[in-house]
């Protein structure tokens, strides 16, 4: 089976190279751009992505609009800032070639910040959202941020043996920018939907999931 790669992006010119190189496996990979201004798009390009441009309106959105331009049934998400590693790479050959797979899996990912692996305090495993699926088995609700997900089937979601990493922060500087935008998109989401309450996500030891967000 062929394979579709679709990466997220918007001024990322120093990820996406790391992050195209590591799917350099697939049979097409889409970068959905949001109009940088840097050379994103000038990058993916060089090697051999399909740019398209969608004008930011929520992670949501534009995660649905990603998926809708890949080509194959198989889709695999990856952010610019994460990268596949061959263990995951060979464990995604086999299952979309395996008449009897899942449709919709789940990808541990280790998080790595200043040059170390982030082991504890809920940054691993660190399930996100399914980042393999059959492309009519996900989809996502139209938010700002923190998007929301249908698995589309009666099986349930599988889940990976190997990993991929995310090399979210360069520094503390960009974690102080991300925290900022992303509170911000979150406080929108809130007053989109009519609520003035704290943001309902669970905490890191509720749910696996890292504080400030890895997403």
């Not at 969608?54 to 194959?72: M, Q, T, V, Y």
């Not at 923190?146 to 979601?157: F, L, N, Q, T």
Request: net charge negative; hydrophobic share 35%.
């Amino acid at each position: 089976m062929k394979l579709s790669v679709y990466i997220i992006a918007y001024n990322e010119s120093e990820k996406i190279r790391d992050a195209l190189k590591s799917v350099s496996f697939a049979d097409e990979v889409v970068v959905a751009d949001s109009f940088s201004t840097d050379d994103t798009a000038r990058i993916a390009e060089e090697h051999g992505a399909r740019v398209v441009q969608i004008p930011f309106e929520g992670f949501g959105k534009l995660r649905n609009d990603a998926i809708a331009a890949c080509s194959h049934d198989w889709i695999f998400s990856l952010d610019s800032d994460e990268r596949c590693t061959e263990a995951a790479q060979n464990e995604i050959s086999g299952i979309i070639n395996d008449e009897n797979s899942l449709d919709a899996y789940y990808i541990p990912r280790r998080n790595y910040f200043m040059g170390r692996w982030i082991r504890h305090a809920g940054f691993y495993p660190d399930y996100r959202q399914p980042q393999l699926f059959r492309k009519s088995a996900l989809k996502f609700k139209p938010d700002a941020v923190h998007e929301r997900y249908e698995v589309i089937s009666e099986k349930p979601c599988g889940y990976f043996k190997a990993h991929i990493s995310q090399i979210p922060f360069k520094n503390l500087e960009e974690l102080l920018h991300k925290g900022n935008r992303y509170s911000t998109l979150g406080a929108e989401k809130l007053q989109t939907a009519g609520k003035h309450q704290e943001c309902s996500r669970p905490w890191p030891m509720d749910s696996g999931q890292p504080f400030p967000c890895m997403c």
